[in-house]
């Protein structure tokens, strides 16, 4: 972000502390000012902050720096447009009194503002359905907050109605049950899932059907919320790595660059040009894996068995390049802070060309039963339509944003890892139906092959570790050999990188859309707070929008088509 | 008098055995014709090619136990399997494979085909309706509407044949259509009718045979990904079992009930080839049609129920009524 831009947002607001943090502006505003704030970022034409990408919380109980309250909670607000960024920082001094929603400014507000509500218990003046989202209902208190025992588990069994949930959405859309009642027709309420073939994990999307017409729509989620925030809090920073595999395990390492890249960020470590031509390869790599599987899924969801192998036939045979590449298929853990686990084998151009070749041949013969296929067209064009407005009010990122009409991509407009030197397109979908998600995944399949082409061409020799020791391991000669290297390997292993105390977010654009890490460190070798901004919970929080007035079968497309996954979505 | 009743007791045991082993071995060709287009092996672990894998498959089945979920109908959910497994059967009796080999040749042959395949689409709606399950009650309603939709140009498709050939006799219908090609339904050209729209005729009917036998992309009763299963969701077992074949033997009586309206029975194209059996002739057409079944159901995805019925009342039925209207005026002139 430029300086000017800097300047130009902090001139808005007079009497607000605003500093620069990396290359964003984090302001911090007292409670009473936040609402006006807020609503001056979204609504000023200059500013215009449309995409609010993330809301948390941060308990300061243990933080070793004394601060006013023990709460605060974090607004993370992005111009697409002319590529700014902002942090609103809010102290909150009683979490059951609150801070007022901004549910009205932006609608991924709803569900952000539950996961606060649900992790902190920061209540928020005014939302609409404060509930827990990713906990169990009958869960007892805050599990972020840092007096909550990470052992002290709970088990909750009871499943919740949601009765009140769906009748309040019913009525929002005007359904009048007494007039139903007239014709003799009924509501009926359908679960799918949490155990559905269409939902490809564990979501329930419960419905109120008209036949086969949706009415009302609501959704539970958290089905598989494991505590990944929580335990990271337990890790050195190094050692959180394995569990970003996790979280979007179709494309596995991306999750992991974008970790070690916002870590990174704020050690300030540049790390090495081979280890950033490696790391753009990757992600490129799995952000094709990624969608091939998005997209053979959702084929799959429509009947159309045969995609499904042409796609996943080089989705298997990639796996085993990646795992000779990195050592394992699925969940390779590959990056470390400051470089890459190993260097590729020898000779894995040849391997990477062969393999690239065999998926643009598979990609390429499915498009060839799918792209004139009326029966696609028919399904997918003009259903499940969002409005580039709604979906990024939404939060929407990534693909399906893009599909929305909106060319927003980070790689382009807040490029890491060299990409303004690549050249390749930001495929851009027009009115933001099925059809168009499916289609600009489909090209850009294309335009990652494209990147990696040209990677590989450009990728230099040398060495993939930066030369600091004390955030990278020292090679084992010196470990054996010398006392300052068994040192730092000591220390690194047992206390981790020692990451100075601040706060700071960074982001990556992700298979999914937009990957953020929002970290507080507090000076020792584990994060104080780790909060993930993850592109496909605020796609799902805007799921009833594209759903409702269709029908049953084009919900399943539809959840095909956004990409949800269970690892990423729940945490 | 007992003559004849042996006789139909013969039929209807070759017609089961027929069907259930064209069901089995359908299923066997369905699954390596898709692992051909799909490019894996499909089953080749269980025998040469793995054709054992259909026997041992019905083995499996059979030594399942039967569960029926809580609150089901019980008489109804029981007597659905095997309702939707009968009509494929008997319709076997009247269907003539060759000048000799037909088990119960009628004068209403025809009719009589079409009365047991309605009544298929009960057992489906039964098995809905008493599984007391949403899923499966939401594919019955389904099939009953496509089963509606799909029958009224598939009749009237088959009566423009009638009106050719003057006769419900099926029989009479095959032998109207030798010696060759050129007097096979499809193309009438040197029978009386000389409708040039026939072609269409025969489109219409095959794509209605797909509605009818409930096959991609038509396959919306048992919508695998939204309604999970459709209307055997709650059947396990041999349940399971003869719905499954139900399905591949009303495959086999639409194939044969296409050949033979359409394409000449048991006549071989040209007259020259009239040395090789007419059985073969038939049994070759029948399996053409149902490798094209095969071919069409892995390649496209399936369509809605509102486009499914579209199909049927805005496109099929304008186009199969104004047949009958040209077929009915060309045999006036002609």
């Not at chain 1, 009748?167 to 359904?175: D, E, Q, W």
């Not at chain 2, 489906?124 to 509606?148: D, E, H, I, P, T």
Request: charged share 20%.
């Amino acid at each position: 972000m430029k300086a000017t831009a800097i300047e130009k947002i902090c001139s808005k607001f007079p009497g607000i502390a605003c500093r620069e943090v990396l290359n964003y502006v984090e302001m911090t505003v007292q409670p009473e000012q936040l609402e006006e704030t807020l609503s001056r970022l979204k609504l000023y034409p200059e500013l215009n902050f449309g995409l609010l990408l993330d809301i948390t919380g941060i308990d300061y109980l243990e933080y070793p720096v004394a601060q006013d309250c023990r709460f605060a909670v974090v607004y993370t607000i992005r111009n697409w447009r002319d590529n700014m960024l902002v942090q609103v920082k809010v102290p909150v001094p009683d979490p059951d009194k609150g801070v007022p929603t901004c549910t009205h400014l932006w609608s991924s507000a709803n569900w952000a503002e539950r996961e606060v509500y649900d992790q902190y218990g920061i209540n928020f003046i005014g939302h609409p359905d404060l509930r827990r989202i990713l906990n169990h209902w009958q869960f007892k208190g805050h599990p972020l907050r840092k007096d909550y025992d990470i052992f002290k588990g709970q088990v909750c069994y009871d499943s919740y109605s949601m009765e009140n949930e769906i009748k309040n959405r019913l009525l929002a859309n005007g359904v009048d049950e007494t007039t139903m009642k007239d014709i003799n027709t009924e509501i009926m309420f359908l679960n799918l899932g949490p155990s559905h073939p269409a939902t490809h994990g564990a979501i329930r999307i419960f419905t109120a059907l008209d036949g086969e017409s949706i009415l009302a729509n609501v959704n539970e989620i958290g089905y598989l919320h494991r505590g990944f925030e929580k335990t990271a809090e337990n890790r050195t920073y190094n050692q959180v790595i394995p569990l970003t595999d996790r979280l979007n395990y179709c494309s596995a390492m991306m999750n992991n660059i974008a970790y070690v890249k916002a870590v990174e960020s704020w050690l300030g470590i540049e790390i090495t040009e081979r280890c950033k031509f490696m790391r753009v390869v990757m992600s490129e790599f799995f952000r094709v894996q990624d969608h091939l599987v998005c997209i053979a899924a959702n084929l799959v969801d429509m009947g159309g068995l045969t995609n499904y192998w042409y796609l996943y036939n080089e989705k298997e045979a990639s796996y085993d390049l990646i795992s000779r590449l990195t050592g394992a298929r699925l969940t390779s853990s590959f990056t470390r802070i400051g470089g890459m686990y190993r260097d590729f084998y020898d000779g894995w151009e040849h391997d990477m060309e062969v393999q690239l070749k065999a998926i643009e041949k598979g990609v390429s013969d499915s498009l060839a039963l799918v792209l004139k296929n009326r029966i696609v067209h028919d399904r997918t064009q003009g259903t499940c339509k969002l409005s580039a407005e709604t979906a990024l009010s939404y939060g929407f990122t990534g693909p399906c944003l893009r599909a929305s009409g909106v060319p927003f991509d980070l790689r382009k407009d807040n490029p890491y890892y060299n990409y303004e030197s690549f050249d390749f397109n930001v495929p851009v979908g027009s009115t933001g139906d099925i059809y168009d998600r499916i289609m600009v995944r489909f090209e850009e399949i294309f335009e990652s092959i494209k990147i990696i082409r040209q990677a590989m061409k450009h990728i230099p020799d040398g060495p993939i570790f930066v030369k600091d020791h004390n955030a990278v391991l020292p090679p084992k000669s010196e470990v054996y050999n010398n006392i300052e290297g068994l040192a730092n390997h000591f220390k690194l292993i047992f206390e981790g990188v020692k990451v100075p105390s601040g706060e700071w977010y960074d982001s990556f654009e992700a298979a999914n859309g937009e990957l953020g890490f929002h970290f507080v460190a507090d000076g020792s070798g584990k994060p104080y707070k780790l909060k993930v901004r993850p592109p496909c919970f605020y796609i799902m929080g805007g799921f009833h929008e594209m759903v409702e007035g269709e029908m049953i079968a084009d919900a399943v497309i539809n959840l095909g088509s956004i990409n949800i996954i269970g690892g990423e979505l729940d945490r | 008098m007992s003559l004849t009743l042996l006789n139909v007791i013969f039929a209807v045991v070759v017609a089961i055995a027929f069907a259930a082993l064209n069901a089995a071995y359908l299923v066997w060709a369905e699954r390596r014709g898709a692992g051909r287009i799909q490019r894996r092996p499909g089953p080749n672990i269980n025998g040469p090619f793995g054709l054992f894998q259909p026997p041992l498959d019905g083995l499996k089945l059979m030594a399942k136990q039967l569960t029926i979920p809580g609150g089901a109908d019980k008489i109804l959910f029981v007597a659905a399997p095997v309702l939707s497994m009968f009509p494929a059967i008997m319709s076997f009796v009247t269907i003539p494979f060759s000048e000799m080999i037909v088990a119960h040749n009628m004068n209403v042959g025809l009719l009589m085909i079409f009365a047991f395949a309605s009544s298929g689409s009960m057992a489906l709606l039964f098995a809905g309706w008493s599984s007391r399950n949403k899923y499966a009650m939401m594919s019955a309603v389904r099939s009953v509407s496509q089963a509606v939709a799909y029958e009224i140009p598939m009749l009237i498709t088959a009566i423009t044949i009638v009106l050719m050939t003057g006769t419900m006799d099926l029989m009479e219908i095959v032998r109207q259509q030798g010696p060759s090609i050129l007097h096979w339904n499809i193309f009438p050209l040197l029978t009386n009718s000389h409708n040039l729209l026939m072609p269409f005729s025969f489109l219409i009917f095959f794509t209605c045979t797909l509605a009818e036998t409930n096959r991609a992309p038509f396959d919306l009763g048992e919508a695998e990904s939204e309604l999970v299963a459709g209307f055997h969701i709650e059947y396990g077992s041999m349940g399971f079992g003869l719905f499954f074949m139900a399905e591949y033997a009303n495959i086999v009586i639409g194939s044969c009930l296409t050949t033979i309206l359409f394409l000449g029975g048991w006549h071989p194209p040209l007259p020259f080839l009239g040395f090789i059996p007419g059985v073969v002739w038939f049994l070759l057409k029948i399996y053409i049609l149902i490798a094209t079944f095969i071919w069409i159901r892995w390649t496209f995805p399936r369509t809605t129920i509102y486009g499914l019925l579209n199909l049927s009342w805005k496109i099929l039925i304008p186009i199969s009524l104004f047949n009958l209207l040209l077929t009915a005026g060309l045999l006036k002139v002609f």
